[in-house]
């Protein structure tokens, strides 16, 4: 198993960037997927980003172009650089990962608030 804690969030003017964390307990290396989902106030919790270990990359359609995901296999980190944020993208951020010796698994969430 493993924790994952994030960190990096907090508040930023519209147009700002942050740089969300993702800490892992133990090792990434044998971590097949990771990603970084958001909820914002009142909706579900949606997907924004997944890297696997092989280094494959997708992004939800509303941030492409905007935000970069990475993973840090030496640090035992995940990474999601987000860039010309707008309100829209208030939300809790959660890192997740899974994998064949690891079942799903999720941060406690950090904190991202945008103001106009």
């Known amino acids: 198993q493993v924790t994952l804690v994030e960190s990096g969030g907090g508040l930023v003017q519209a147009g700002g960037s942050l740089r969300l964390s993702c800490r892992a307990s133990?090792?990434?290396?044998?971590?097949?997927?990771m990603a970084w989902h958001r909820q914002a106030p009142g909706k579900e919790r949606e997907l924004v980003a997944t890297?696997?270990?092989?280094?494959?990359?997708n992004y939800a359609d509303f941030v492409k172009g905007r935000f970069t995901v990475s993973r840090d296999d030496a640090e035992n980190t995940l990474y999601l650089q987000m860039d010309m944020l707008n309100p829209e993208d208030t939300g809790i951020y959660f890192c997740?990962?899974?994998?064949?010796?690891?079942?799903?698994?999720w941060g406690q969430g950090t904190q991202v608030t945008v103001s106009s």
């Open positions: 997740f990962a899974n994998g064949r010796a690891l079942r799903n698994t």
């Open positions: 133990r090792s990434i290396l044998s971590i097949e997927n």
């Open positions: 890297i696997t270990s092989g280094g494959r990359i």
